[in-house]
C-alpha cells in the first residue's frame, strides 16, 4: 500500500490535542507558525446540539445513563474508555494497570475533574527531602510564571491561603460550601484536618468575553456548552483559529511513528486515516508530542530506524520507565442527621467546593509522600443506581430492610442526599521498573504495535491508602456518620486503586539534564532529537500529591516560548 | 465576533494532500466547522453513530414474551403502586425499561427469566393460577417470603426479587415523573449562593466568618476578573 504524502510543509505537527497538544497549538499558532494537529478521535465542540449531553434528563437514554457503554455513564463526554475495540493493551508479571484515553478533540480534558492545583517548590525537589525518586531539573520558580499566565488565560477558583506547599494563583471566588461540604469541614476540623476551598478550572466570574460564566449545574463531565469550564477545545484550540492560526486539524488520524532523516532528526510524522484506513504522511519541521504519557511513548517506541534503533530519542532506554499514577483510595459514609432534607438545588460546581491539602510531617509516617481529600455528597440528578437497595440504612434503626410498595418511596426520600464520600489522591515514587514497553506479539486494529505494562504498587502506597481509610472513618465518626463497608484490609491493599485507574498517568519520557537518566531536557526537548518535544504528562519527574493538568499546561505554555525562541534563532 | 465566522483553519478528516471535507479550502474564511442551527438530535441525546445503532439493535430485539412482560408488570406495580399523586411504576414504563436492560446487560437475563418463572410456579402450586391472575393479596404473601433477604445467605429468589425491586425503583425515579415525586430541582442553569438560611439553622451549620471573603460575590460575576500584582481580586 502507497503512503500518500502532503505537500505541505508544516512549521510544527502536534500530535494529541488534549492540555498539553491544545497549549501548543494556541501559543504556537498565534506565534505566527504553521501547525497541524492530528487526533486520533473525531472533531468534538461542547456546543455541538448533536453532540451535547448537558441538561440531558436520564429518561432520555433507555439505559437511564448506566455505564454500559461509557465508563463514567451515558452522558460522560469521554468517548473511549478503559477499553477500546480493536485497541488493546497487555500487561506482564500480572500487572493490572487500567489505562482510560479520550479519543475525540479535546482528548480526556472533556470530562476531567477540573482540579486545578500547582506544584510547589517541594514537588519539585522531593528527593531533597526523603531521598527518594529524583529531583526535577526546574524548580517552582521556572513554572511559576507559566502558571499565573495558565490561571489568567483559562480562570481557576480558589482562594488565597499561603500555604507554602500550595502555592497561591489568580484565582477567581470560590463558591460556596453545599451542605454535605460543611458537615465535612467541621467534622475534619476535630480531626486537625484543614480544609480550604477546592481550585478548580470552572468560570465563576468572567474571564474573557468569549465564555460564559458557571451555571452551576454540576456537569462538567459533560463538557459545557457554555464553556464556563477548562477543555482543550473551548479554551484553547477554538480561541487559536478565532486568533487567526493557520491550524489545520487532522482528527480521526491515529499516528504510528514519527519519521526521520539519515541525521536521526524528524521530518514529520506517519497516521493512518481511521475512515479509509489507508497511510498518510505528514512533513513538519517540528514534531510536538501530546499524545498522553502512555501514548507518546509507544509512538516514540515504535519509531525505531538506523539511528534510533530503539525508539526515537531512547538512547536511555528509558521511554516508557518510571510509569506512575496517583494513588487512590475512596471511603463513604451515611449522616443520619442530614436525613429528610429539605429540596434545594444544589447542584453546584461539577465536583467539590471544598478539599484537604495534605497536612501531615511524612517523617513521622510509614509512608514517604502526602495526599489530598476530596469530597463528594448531596441531592445530585438521579441515574441508573439511583434507589439500589432503597432502604439498606434501616439496618442502623434496627427495622428491617428489604420489603415492597409506597413504604420505598418515602424510605428513597429520607435517604436522599444523606451520604457522602471521600477520595484520597496521593503521591506515588517514580520507579523504574513500572513501565510500559512495546508487546512484541500483539497489534491492535492499525497493525500497529501496543503497549504491555510492568507496574506493581509497594508498601509505600500501600500504607498510605490504609492512613486514607484511618482518617476517613474517623471524619465520618466526627460527623456523627456510619461508615459504609468493611475496613479494607492489607489483602486488598488497603482499597488502594489499581494503578491507573486515577488517570494521573506519568514520567513515561522524564525530564532531566542528564540524557543517561532522561529523555528529555527542561524545555522537554528530546536530548537526541531536537526537533522533537514531549508536551503532556510524560516529561514529569514525579507526581506530586496533586492532579497533573495545571502543571502539563504551564509547562507546555513554557515549551512552546522555548520553540518559537528556536524558530526566531533560526536553531530549528 | 463569531468564531464560525472567522475560522481561518480547517478540519482534515484525516486527509491529507489539501483536500478538505466539509467543503471548504484552506486558507479561506469558512463557517463549516459546526453547524450553527443543528437540529437538537432529542432521540440520541449526544450519542455518536455507533452507539446510536447499537442502541437500535437492542430495540430491535425483544428478549421478555409477552407472558412475561405482562408479569412483570403485575409485578414492578406491587413493587410501587400508584399514590394518590403519582402513578405506578408500570404505569411510569419500568418494565420496558427493565426489557432493554436485560439486553443492555446480559448478565440480567438468567436470573430474571428464571425468577419470573419461580413467581408463576410458586403461584401455581399454592394457588393454582399464574402469578399475574392471583389475587392480590396471594401475589403479596408470594413476595412476602422473597422480599426481605437473609443477611447473610440470601436465598436465588431473594436475588431475585432483590433485583427486580433495584430496577424498579432506579427506573421510576429516573423517570420524568418520578425526579418529580422525588422533588430534585436542578439540572439547570441557575446561580448558586450559599444553603439556604433555614437549612443551615436546622442543621446547625454556619459560614465561617474569615471565609466570606474567599467566596464568589454572585452580583459581579460578569464583571471582567482583573488582579493587582499580588494576587487579589480587584473586581
Known sequence: MQIIESSTM????????????????KVLSEAGLKVAVVEAGPFFDPKDPKQQTQFKWPYESPRRGANTVRDFGEFDMALGGWNIEGEPYTQ?????????????????????????????????????????????PIGYEDVRPYYDKVDKLIGVFGSKEGLINEPDGFFLPAPKPRLHELYYMDGAKKSGVPVIPARMSMVTKKVNKDRGVCVYCGQCARACQYYADFSSGSCLIFPAQNNGGQIDLFVNSMVREVTTNDEGKATGVLYINKEDRKEYRLKGKVVVMAASACSSARILLNSKSEQHPAGLGNSSGLIGKYLHDSTGASRGGFIPSMMDRKMYNEDGVGGMHVYSPWWLDNKKLDFPRGYHIEVWGGMGMPNYGFGFNPNNFNEYFGEKVGGYGNSLRSDVKKYYGATLGFGGRGESIAQESNYCEIDPNTVDEFGIPVLRF??????????????????FEEIIHNMGGK?????????????????????????????????????????????????????????????????????????????????????????? | MDRRKSIKSIILGGVAGGLALNGCKPGTDSDAVVPEEAAVDEKYFGRTPEEKEQIAKLNAEQFFNEHQMETLGVLCALILPANEKYGSATDVGVPDFIEFMAKDIPA??????????????????????????????????????????????PTYEQN????????????????????????????????WDGVP????????????????????????RNVMAEWDDDMNLIT
Open chain 1, 10 to 25: 508544516y512549521d510544527v505537527i502536534i500530535v494529541g490535542s488534549g492540555a498539553g497538544g491544545g497549549m501548543a497549538t
Open chain 1, 92 to 136: 506482564k508479571n500480572g500487572s493490572k494497570f487500567n489505562w482510560f484515553r479520550s479519543r475525540m478533540l479535546g482528548g480526556r480534558t472533556n470530562h476531567w475533574g477540573r482540579i486545578s492545583l500547582r506544584f510547589s517548590e517541594r514537588d519539585f525537589k522531593h528527593k531533597d527531602v526523603d531521598g527518594l525518586g529524583d529531583n526535577w
Open chain 1, 454 to 471: 510492568n507496574y506493581q504498587w509497594t508498601d509505600y502506597e500501600r500504607n498510605q491508602a490504609k492512613h486514607m481509610q484511618q482518617t
Open chain 1, 483 to 572: 461508615v459504609l463497608g468493611d475496613t479494607p484490609t492489607l489483602e486488598q491493599d488497603y482499597g488502594l486503586n489499581k494503578p491507573g485507574e486515577i488517570i494521573h498517568e506519568v514520567g513515561t519520557t522524564r525530564m532531566g539534564d542528564n540524557p543517561k537518566t532522561s529523555v528529555v531536557n527542561q524545555y522537554e526537548q528530546m536530548h537526541d532529537v531536537d526537533n522533537v518535544f514531549i508536551v503532556d504528562a510524560g516529561p514529569f519527574v514525579s507526581q506530586a500529591d496533586k492532579n497533573p493538568t495545571w502543571t502539563i499546561l504551564a509547562l507546555a505554555w513554557r515549551t512552546s516560548d522555548y520553540i518559537v525562541e528556536q524558530f526566531k534563532k533560526q536553531n530549528i
Open chain 2, 108 to 153: 440480567y437475563q438468567t436470573e430474571l427469566k428464571g425468577g419470573l418463572m419461580w413467581l408463576d410456579h410458586k403461584s401455581n402450586k399454592d394457588y393454582s393460577v399464574e402469578f399475574k391472575k392471583a389475587t392480590p393479596e396471594q401475589q403479596k404473601v408470594i413476595l412476602d417470603g422473597i422480599a426481605f433477604p437473609d443477611e447473610k445467605e
Open chain 2, 160 to 191: 431475585f426479587f432483590s433485583l427486580v425491586r433495584n430496577l424498579t425503583v432506579t427506573g421510576y425515579y429516573t423517570s420524568k415523573e418520578g425526579i418529580e415525586d422525588l422533588g430534585y430541582k436542578g439540572n439547570t442553569p441557575n446561580v
Open chain 2, 197 to 220: 438560611q433555614d437549612v443551615l439553622d436546622k442543621h446547625g451549620k454556619s459560614y465561617p466568618k474569615e471565609w466570606m471573603p474567599k467566596f464568589v460575590d454572585q452580583s459581579k
